[in-house]
């Protein structure tokens, strides 16, 4: 499970900057593409017990999925890429390059005031 190894990484990050900041986290967002995908329930188990009896005990992680998009060799449009229906969305080419994949981010932590 890939989730506890990200979960540990963003609050070993999370942990330094509220120590930075000298303030407790309440909420965080990640992003991810599709390529390095997460499953949502598995990383907030994995957050929350590799959280607890820490400044982050308790805080809210938001988890973005940003969706992979393609290039048509055909048209030169870009779309957003379906699993379901893997074709161009202008004119159902199935040949088509993907573009580049959102990176695994943390994006933003927020601090209680």
């Known amino acids: 499970m890939h989730e506890t190894a990200v979960a540990?990484?963003?609050?070993?990050?999370?942990?330094?900057?509220?120590?930075?900041?000298?303030?407790?986290?309440?909420?965080?967002?990640i992003s991810c593409g599709q390529f390095n995908a997460l499953n949502d329930e598995c990383m907030q188990f994995a957050f929350e017990a590799?959280?607890?009896?820490?400044?982050?005990?308790?805080?809210?992680?938001?988890?973005?999925?940003?969706?992979?998009?393609?290039?048509?060799?055909?048209?030169?449009a870009t779309f957003e890429f379906?699993?379901?229906?893997?074709?161009?969305s202008q004119c159902d080419?199935?040949?088509?390059?993907?573009?580049?994949d959102a990176p695994l981010l943390l994006e933003t932590i927020e601090f209680e005031e």
Do not use: W
């Not at 540990?8 to 309440?26: C, G, M, R, Y």
């Open 8 to 29: 540990e990484s963003i609050l070993n990050t999370i942990i330094a900057q509220a120590e930075t900041a000298d303030a407790k986290p309440v909420s965080a967002v």
């Open 50 to 76: 590799a959280a607890a009896g820490t400044v982050c005990e308790s805080m809210l992680l938001n988890i973005k999925h940003v969706p992979l998009r393609a290039k048509c060799k055909k048209c030169d």
């Open 82 to 88: 379906d699993v379901y229906k893997p074709a161009c």
């Open 93 to 100: 080419s199935m040949e088509f390059d993907f573009k580049r």
